[in-house]
């Protein structure tokens, strides 16, 4: 079992940049896949982006060259880093853990970019 702390959220400009932070409550260095999604009000949860344990990773098209996912095993940290943010991703950022055919969510953290 983990449990995923997601921070960072917040209020930014449109052009602008945040850092989202995913911590684990363990070790992550085995955990197959972690990922980045979010959910804007009256919509469907999305994929964001995707890392698997080597290294692997995968982006939707509208965050691709815009949004950098990473991993730091030493700190059981996920990275979501988002440039050049636009009013369109405005959402709540949920990080989820894939482990032993479980997936495990973290609570969300919000992110608002104003235009």
């Known amino acids: 079992q983990v449990q995923l702390v997601e921070s960072g959220g917040d209020l930014v400009q449109a052009g602008g940049s945040l850092r989202l932070s995913c911590a684990a409550s363990?070790?992550?260095?085995?955990?197959?896949?972690m990922g980045w999604y979010r959910q804007a009000p009256g919509k469907q949860r999305e994929l964001v982006a995707t890392?698997?344990?080597?290294?692997?990773?995968n982006y939707a098209d509208s965050v691709k060259d815009r949004f950098t996912i990473s991993r730091d095993n030493a700190k059981n940290t996920v990275y979501l880093q988002m440039t050049s943010l636009k009013p369109e991703d405005t959402a709540v950022y949920y990080c989820?853990?894939?482990?032993?055919?479980?997936?495990?969510w973290g609570q969300g953290t919000q992110v608002t970019v104003s235009s």
């Open positions: 363990r070790s992550i260095f085995s955990i197959d896949a």
């Open positions: 890392i698997t344990r080597d290294g692997s990773t």
């Open positions: 989820n853990a894939f482990q032993d055919r479980v997936l495990y």
